[in-house]
């Protein structure tokens, strides 16, 4: 199917082949002609899916027979998100006479005064942002036909519901609502039973459902190791990585320390300045600024493309914000891969998403659990490969070097430091003592620490009520050099 055939008119299509978009996915395919129509529209669809052009294109192309003037709103939660909407809809627009202008806080009002006077149809604003606009008296509202709540997820969680109520109480009862979201928590129900009417539902996939195309691995790591193996994962990357943190003066610090690293790396948050926080985003976009580091509310507004990998540095409060951090790789059908820092205080959300994630697919993602895949049976040899991969990785990061494991003797016998950093040793008994043939250190130098260093034994030997596991280890690296020193004596005395 092409765009074409959603009925939709020349001067969109012009601007739809100007985006680079050569067929319509599903969420599209479904509700262009429902708002074509002008019928009420709800519609849940994972993110990436393409909501922006699901209502832009078909409410763009409903807007080229009327007179100039504000027709419509479209409500969004953050900064980015609304200048990243505002500037997909110019460019659906380029073909046409339509205005697309902005309202959010973080600049003077009068910036945005002044864009309002010379051209306004479509007003892409921020709740907060446009009340203030509202109370100046800058809008004439009387003339709403349109209105779309973008993102109403994530606008509850912000607290705006007050607001958006607020703003609803301005504009005309008759109008289009349509409201597009990744999921659909009780509440969002509420304000839709309430203002939005009988609509139309659309939904793509299962509620809360991620990206089927990303593979989800989770990495169990103490606190202090989090930073230490970023750094190595982000060496060994040239694409775009984005790194989730749970607290604004976390996303700068972390930013911080890897910029010290030597890495091209930045961070967006709510303490930075609207105009800072273009400058970061324009430089991820382009591939000046390879690894960003984000809070969940700043990273609504990034749709770039071809996203490698989406790191959860901290891991978030709740299911919904999960999906909504990793819905920001694999997007379009792409593949995508979301890693995970797993400390003690997360396993029990880490079960939660996994049980999640198999029970909404209907084809089970791809899960990995510190490098084993526990992909369901039927996938054997994508499960072989993933396996190989991450033994790869494993091998390149070095864990040796955080004490985890550490080879002796070449055997098999290992000892393990555990995280409060005491060993645990293997109890196995060899077979046997190892002895070398006597014949074999005839025929060598009598080297002290050689001749010293001939078996390890492991003994065990019972002392009052508890067991006592002593290794008696004769060589160079145990035993005094005196003692070394007095054993090589006997035996050249004995020869």
């Not at 003037?69 to 998100?81: D, H, N, Q, S, Y």
């Not at 790194?243 to 910029?259: C, P």
């Not at 609207?274 to 390879?290: D, P, S, Y």
């Not at 959300?349 to 049980?355: C, N, R, S, V």
């Amino acid at each position: 199917m092409s765009f074409s055939s959603l009925g939709l008119p020349e001067p969109i299509l012009a601007g739809i082949r100007e985006a680079g978009y050569e067929s319509p996915t599903d969420i599209q395919r479904q509700a262009i002609p429902i708002v074509l129509a002008g019928k009420n529209l709800i519609a849940l669809g994972e993110t990436g899916s393409g909501k922006t052009a699901a209502f832009g294109l078909p409410m763009l192309a409903r807007l080229l027979d009327d007179e100039p003037g504000l027709r419509a709103i479209i409500l969004v939660p953050t900064r980015e998100l609304c200048v990243q909407v505002a500037e997909n809809l110019r460019t659906y627009a380029s073909h046409s006479d339509i205005k697309v202008c902005t309202a959010f806080g973080g600049i003077p009002i009068t910036i945005q005064e002044a864009a309002f006077r010379r051209g306004l149809d479509v007003l892409v604003a921020c709740p907060g942002r446009l009340i203030d606009h509202i109370s100046c008296g800058n809008l004439e509202l009387a003339r709403v036909r349109n209105l779309v709540l973008d993102e109403a997820d994530r606008m509850l969680d912000m607290g705006f519901i007050p607001q958006i109520q607020r703003i609803l109480s301005f504009l005309p009862n008759e109008r289009q609502n349509c409201l597009f979201s990744a999921t659909m928590p009780p509440e969002i129900e509420r304000l839709v039973k309430d203002y939005v009417g009988e609509a139309e539902r659309v939904q793509i996939g299962k509620r809360s459902q991620a990206a089927k195309t990303i593979t989800h691995e989770f990495e169990e790591l103490r606190a202090d190791e989090k930073e230490r193996r970023l750094e190595k994962l982000l060496r060994r990357r040239d694409d775009r990585v984005l790194i989730f943190v749970k607290r604004k003066t976390g996303a700068e610090t972390l930013g911080r320390q890897l910029k010290r690293a030597g890495l091209p790396a930045d961070s967006i948050h709510g303490d930075k300045g609207a105009e800072q926080r273009h400058v970061v985003l324009r430089a991820f976009e382009r591939g000046k600024i390879k690894h960003l580091v984000a809070t969940d509310v700043a990273a609504r507004g990034i749709d770039v493309s071809e996203i490698g990998l989406v790191v959860n540095y901290d891991m978030p409060m709740a299911l919904e914000d999960y999906i909504h951090r990793v819905g920001r790789t694999g997007r379009a059908g792409d593949t995508g891969r979301a890693l995970s820092f797993i400390t003690r205080l997360d396993k029990r959300l880490m079960k939660q998403i996994i049980d999640h994630l198999r029970s909404t697919a209907d084809v089970p993602p791809r899960i990995v659990v510190n490098g084993e895949d526990l992909t369901p049976r039927g996938g054997r040899g994508r499960r072989e490969e993933g396996r190989e991969r991450d033994r790869a990785e494993s091998r390149d990061e070095g864990r040796e070097d955080r004490g985890r494991r550490r080879r002796r003797g070449g055997r098999g016998d290992d000892i393990r430091d555990d995280d409060r950093g005491r060993d645990r040793r293997d109890e196995r008994r060899p077979e046997r003592p190892v002895e070398r043939d006597r014949s074999e250190d005839e025929s060598r130098p009598r080297d002290r620490n050689v001749a010293a260093s001939r078996q390890v034994r492991l003994t065990k030997r019972k002392s009052g009520d508890r067991d006592e596991a002593s290794d008696v280890i004769w060589g160079a690296e145990s035993e005094p050099e005196a003692e070394s020193s007095k054993g090589s004596r006997r035996r050249r005395r004995g020869r």
